[in-house]
C-alpha cells in the first residue's frame, strides 16, 4: 500500500516481515519501529504464529519534510532499534487519548507528542550503533 503521510510503527510484541521500495523483506521484532514514507509503496504483517503488538502514528508538514530532507530520517533506514522503552510506549498511549479526546489544540499537542517521539527515536537508535562500532573497536585491537 501507499500513504499519503509519515507514519512511526512501534511492535512491542511479537515478530513479523516488512519490505518497501527502498528495504528488501526484513524481519521485524518486539523493540523494533519502522518508519513509512507517504508515496512510498511498503507492506508488512505479523507472522501468524506470533502475532505482534504494534503502536503507530500518522502525521504530515513541514516540520516532519525538513527533517527528512536534513537526513534525519531516510527511506535507506526504515526499520531502527529502539528496544523496548516505557516511555515511548507512554507518548504513543498519550497520543491516541488525546486524538480521541479531540479538544481544541489536540492537533498542536499531538504534533508535539510527535516531535518527541521522533527525537527519541533518533537519540536511541544512533547511540545503539554507536555502542556497537565502539564494542566492535575495542574487539578489534591488537591484544599485547
Request: glycine share 10%; hydrophobic share 40%.
Amino acid at each position: 500500500r501507499v500513504l499519503r503521510e509519515y507514519q512511526l510503527v512501534y511492535i512491542t510484541k511479537g515478530r513479523g516481515l516488512f519490505s518497501s521500495e527502498t528495504t528488501p523483506e526484513k524481519q521485524v521484532c518486539k523493540g523494533r519501529l519502522m518508519v513509512l514514507f507517504p508515496g512510498q509503496w511498503h507492506t508488512y504483517h505479523p507472522y501468524r504464529q506470533t502475532g505482534w503488538n504494534e503502536y503507530y502514528i500518522g502525521f504530515e508538514g513541514p516540520v516532519i519534510d525538513n527533517l527528512v530532507k536534513g537526513g534525519f530520517l531516510s527511506k535507506d533506514n526504515q526499520v531502527l532499534e529502539v528496544g523496548l522503552n516505557e516511555e515511548l510506549v507512554s507518548l504513543f498511549s498519550r497520543a491516541l487519548e488525546i486524538a480521541e479526546a479531540d479538544k481544541i489544540s489536540s492537533q498542536q499537542y499531538l504534533g508535539g507528542i510527535v516531535l518527541h517521539i521522533v527525537g527519541m527515536i533518533l537519540s536511541i537508535s544512533k547511540n545503539k550503533i554507536l555502542r556497537w562500532a565502539m564494542l566492535i573497536r575495542r574487539l578489534n585491537r591488537p591484544r599485547l
